[in-house]
């Protein structure tokens, strides 16, 4: 299972998308559903906040990378979503700053 609230950024055109639980199976179409509904109503700025993630399936984390390449933030802490971030962050150039952001 996986939750993922919606919040509003520091900026008015900004969106932070905390998950928390399994990145896995059905809840992978979720989270590309809550990134088109955002990019819709043309969000500058999205961060995605994996800190309470437990799980990423293989699904999940190309999601992932598809998101940060499209310039969404990823934000992890503790080694499993560090280790996602940092290996995206390494096989895909082109994302949105070279900085990752950990808790």
Known sequence: MLKITEQ??????????????????????????????????????????????TFIDPEGKALLADLWRRGAELRAAGCLTRCVVEEIRRNEPGGPSEEIATS
Not at 9 to 25: F, I, M, Q, S, V
């Open 8 to 53: 509003r950024g520091p900026e008015p055109d900004a969106t932070l998308l905390r998950l928390e639980g399994r990145l896995a199976g059905p809840w992978v179409d979720e989270l590309s559903a809550s990134f088109r509904r955002i990019s819709v109503r043309q969000q500058r700025y999205v961060m995605i906040d994996l800190t309470a993630v």
